[in-house]
């Protein structure tokens, strides 16, 4: 006859917040946003994938099972996290952009320049400083933001 250690509860709240555990009441995992010790059982606030909240009350030892398993198959899946997966994706997109749209600047600056206005630069201020002329290009984007204008 074993006996076990006593848990210690208020690591294991510590442990439970913020992550997010597949309990037996829900059929999908839920976020834990809220945990208090009672005694040697543990009540949680929690939120459903929907949105919903709820709170249960759930054994220490349960929880703490719980918790184990699922670090367990977080370690052998560990994913990035997605919003640093978004900002790399976004940051490769905006340093190749140039090599496809030759206007990258212009477009996302958020100002529409006028054809008159990308001649002036393309044609005439760009060429005086030892540039290459890209004015073909820029006539035919002319066309096609403006149609019937130039």
């Known amino acids: 006859m074993s006996v076990e250690p006593p848990l210690d509860t208020q690591n294991l709240v510590q442990r439970a917040v913020q992550r997010q555990v597949r309990l037996p009441e829900y059929s999908q995992p839920v976020y834990i946003e ?23 009350i759930v054994p220490a030892v349960d929880l703490a099972a719980l918790l184990d398993q699922t670090l367990q198959q977080q370690a052998g899946s ?40 990308l001649q002036a630069v393309y044609e005439r ?7 290459v002329s890209c004015w073909p290009t820029i006539r035919a984007l002319a066309r096609r933001s403006w149609p019937g204008y130039c």
């Open 34 to 56: 809220d945990a208090q010790a009672i005694d040697d059982l543990i009540r949680l606030s929690v939120r459903t994938r929907d949105g919903q909240t709820d709170q249960i």
């Open 78 to 117: 560990e994913l990035a996290n997605p919003l640093d997966f978004f900002l790399l994706v976004e940051a490769a997109r905006i340093r190749l952009a140039y090599s496809f749209d030759p206007f990258f600047a212009v477009s996302m600056s958020g100002v529409q320049a006028l054809p008159h206005q």
């Open 125 to 131: 201020m760009l060429p005086r400083l030892g540039c």
